[in-house]
């Protein structure tokens, strides 16, 4: 799934870097972090039925994926452009979801996926999935990227509400756990989703009554 050989990945990332120093691994992290954060919407989607779904050839090509495809993506890109680079996972608590997510898929973010460059002699870590203009409409901090200190997720938003807590460390990657993360998925969404599918169509059935 992180097909950096791909042709796609290695003509999109000379376009990139193209004019940078070829031994400047930091700010060539930099420039791939900022290009995935911001030129690929931040969107969920819940087709993961296929390792395909989830490529980073899948992503540049459909411009959005949510944090595990954008992950990958910039993974792609990292090693392609000669950085070492993996993905990390843990499992998040956004306290300023909304009423009907929740409803529809809990209040946790199981396998949140972020990328690990190895940069200076050191893992640093960077997530790229809200993109600045998501961030800017929610109030979120904007996760920026120095290619020295972590850029993830705060603990706070904006305006000082709880926004995002790190409840689970599920461990960094050199390849894609695609059954790991797809079972856990279905064991924690599922339930979610059955009951919310269960509830539409009640109410659907309710109106439809109330109609005849």
Known sequence: MIN???PIILNELS???KNMPENDDVQKAIKLFYYVRDNFKYKVTLNFSSPNSLKATTTL???YGHCVRKAILL???GRAAGIPTRLHFVDLKNHLLRPEWIEKLGEEIIYHGYVEFYLNGKWVKASPAYDKELCIKHNYY???FNGK???LFTSLDLSGNNFMDYIK???TFAKVPYIRIVSTWFKYY???ILKYRKKNRKTQKTQNSKKN
Do not use: L, S, V
Request: hydrophobic share 35%.
């Open 15 to 17: 376009k990139i870097i």
């Open 169 to 171: 460390d599920r461990g």
């Open 75 to 77: 993974t792609a890109f």
């Open 4 to 6: 950096w050989k791909n």
């Open 190 to 192: 599922a339930p979610y």
């Open 149 to 151: 200190d972590d850029a």
């Open 142 to 144: 904007i996760t920026e």
């Open 61 to 63: 090509k459909q411009g």
